[in-house]
């Protein structure tokens, strides 16, 4: 029986995620689709709008029929760790083959872009940007423009896709990877009333601004984002202002993702309204929207960096499945060579206690004690 992976964070499920799960079905002629999911922290290092449980429900009713979680340690991180950790999760679980949606849809030119990624001169023109003060991200563009000058490099999707190929180069892994086209929004771009498929950016607005959302998601994400209270960092506000005015450099200095003097700059805001001008008034050209909004994840769940000992995948955790999914499982978890968590308990590894951590401060924000849920069996 053939077995496919996607990597998902579904900020939150909309009709664009419907077309890749659809497309990702008929294309592969797969017999079970299996996602890796981000959990209450997505990868730029922002608040997931709604839990990680409720998303995992959007994910069993939309055609998906097993979740398995990428922990925090492993998402809220740069994007060649979030791509190579969900990559050798799904390798742990022997799928055949990674479908991802990219704004190219060209698989060949990915894996070429991925080749240039590897090679010596586009490293060496990074350290020369580099040392111009750019930030890593801003490095890497700018050498690629100097060696594959169109945007293909640029755009969110495509990169992280590259990613997936190159975690699956190094795994020596016999995945086969495919990409599938980003139709009609990209992910910045504007509400675009013409078409049922809007970007998960665009809808977390809509959705803020209380602004309605009903052709652009499915009906059951509707009605949880219609009575659900969306969470955001300006729900974190009083806690993050009472660790600034409460710790010292050194102190921040323990905290995982703290780099380059990052903490300094933080410490020097004396003051700010809300979270979005605290981010505002720490960017740089080093200091970017993302590396800020990562650092202030680790800051807010209080990651050591002690704590993050190896990027190794140290076990598989079940968020939730159905019965192909619970089937599926049956046939590999004797050759499964990690362990298979389907119930939490405190204990088990230093990262599911982080996760535990991560959930009580994400219920800070949510109007649900989302932290109850870690204990509970897979959703069904």
């Known amino acids: 029986m053939k077995t496919v992976g996607i990597i998902v964070?579904?900020?939150?499920l909309h009709n664009g995620h419907v077309y890749h799960i659809e497309e990702t079905k008929r294309l592969s002629k797969a017999d079970r689709l299996v996602?890796?999911?981000?959990?209450?922290?997505?990868?730029?290092?922002?608040?997931?709008?709604?839990?990680?449980?409720?998303?995992?429900?959007?994910?069993?009713?939309?055609?998906?029929?097993?979740?398995?979680?990428?922990?925090?340690?492993?998402?809220?991180?740069?994007?060649?760790?979030?791509?190579?950790?969900?990559?050798?999760?799904?390798?742990?679980?022997?799928?055949?083959?990674?479908?991802?949606?990219?704004?190219?849809?060209?698989?060949?030119?990915?894996?070429?872009?991925?080749?240039i990624l590897e090679s010596t001169e586009f490293n060496m023109l990074i350290k020369k940007y580099s040392k111009d003060g750019n930030s890593y991200p801003t490095s890497s563009d700018l050498a690629m423009k100097d060696l594959?000058?169109?945007?293909?490099?640029?755009?969110?999707?495509?990169?992280?896709?590259?990613?997936?190929?190159?975690?699956?180069?190094?795994?020596?892994?016999?995945?086969?990877?495919?990409?599938?086209?980003?139709?009609?929004?990209?992910?910045?771009?504007?509400?675009?009333?013409?078409?049922?498929?809007q970007s998960a950016t665009t809808i977390r607005k809509l959705v803020n601004n209380e602004n309605d959302i009903v052709n652009y998601v499915p009906k059951d994400v509707y009605e949880t984002?219609?009575?659900?209270?969306p969470v955001g960092y300006e729900d974190f506000y009083?806690?993050?202002?009472?660790?600034?005015?409460?710790?010292?450099?050194?102190?921040?200095?323990?905290?995982?993702?703290?780099t380059e003097g990052i903490e300094n700059r933080f410490l020097k805001i004396n003051s700010f309204n809300n979270v979005s001008e605290f981010i505002h008034k720490s960017l740089t050209r080093r200091y970017t929207n993302s590396k800020i909004k990562r650092a202030l994840a680790h800051i807010l769940c209080n990651v050591k960096k002690h704590e993050i000992t190896s990027f190794e995948i140290p076990y598989i955790?079940?968020?939730?499945?159905?019965?192909?999914?619970q089937a599926f499982l049956n046939e590999i978890k004797h050759d499964l060579e990690i362990p298979l968590i389907v119930k939490v308990k405190e204990g088990i590894h230093p990262y599911l206690d982080i996760e535990i951590r991560v959930s009580k401060?994400?219920?800070?924000?949510?109007?649900?004690?989302?932290?109850?849920?870690?204990?509970?069996?897979p959703i069904k």
Request: charged share 20%; proline share 3%.
């Open 9 to 12: 964070e579904y900020n939150p």
């Open 35 to 115: 996602c890796v999911m981000s959990g209450n922290f997505t990868q730029r290092g922002e608040p997931a709008i709604i839990d990680k449980f409720t998303r995992t429900k959007w994910a069993l009713n939309n055609g998906v029929d097993l979740v398995i979680e990428l922990p925090f340690v492993f998402t809220v991180q740069n994007a060649d760790i979030f791509a190579s950790t969900s990559v050798s999760i799904l390798n742990h679980l022997c799928v055949d083959e990674i479908y991802f949606g990219s704004e190219t849809g060209d698989i060949d030119e990915l894996h070429h872009l991925g080749n």
């Open 148 to 197: 594959y000058p169109n945007n293909s490099y640029d755009l969110p999707n495509n990169i992280l896709g590259i990613q997936y190929i190159l975690a699956g180069k190094k795994l020596n892994s016999k995945i086969v990877f495919k990409t599938i086209k980003r139709i009609s929004t990209n992910y910045f771009d504007e509400e675009d009333k013409n078409s049922t498929i």
């Open 225 to 229: 984002l219609t009575t659900r209270k």
């Open 238 to 258: 009083l806690p993050i202002r009472h660790i600034f005015s409460s710790s010292t450099s050194e102190d921040l200095h323990q905290i995982f993702n703290i």
């Open 317 to 325: 955790r079940v968020l939730g499945m159905n019965k192909k999914g």
């Open 361 to 377: 401060v994400y219920s800070i924000g949510s109007d649900e004690a989302i932290f109850r849920g870690e204990f509970m069996q």
